[in-house]
């Protein structure tokens, strides 16, 4: 169980709806724009949680995932939360 102040993985998301997408994108395999969406949505709150050390890299994460549209764009957001220890996926 997590708290509050961490964040929730997908591997524990319960729906149904974000494992599949996930796994497509570990896959290499397009996403429709829903998914992009939904794993928009993800990232939010993953990055979102207070559990983050402060600074301005998490601040430009937070800042910037509302704007991935694309593949490439979720991408390089993983890329740069990845380069700061922070692995979502």
Not at 31 to 41: F, K, N, P, S
Request: glycine letters at 6%; hydrophobic letters at 40%.
């Amino acid at each position: 169980m997590t708290s509050n102040s961490e964040p929730r993985f997908w591997m524990h998301e319960t729906s149904g709806v974000l494992r599949p997408v996930i796994e497509k994108y570990l896959n290499h395999q397009p996403l429709r724009d829903d998914e992009i969406a939904t794993m928009r949505t993800y990232l939010r709150q993953w990055v979102g949680a207070p559990v983050w050390h402060p600074g301005p890299e998490l601040d430009a994460l937070r800042a910037t995932v509302g704007d991935l549209k694309t593949v490439e764009a979720l991408h390089g957001w993983c890329e740069s939360a990845a380069y700061l220890g922070m692995d979502p996926i």
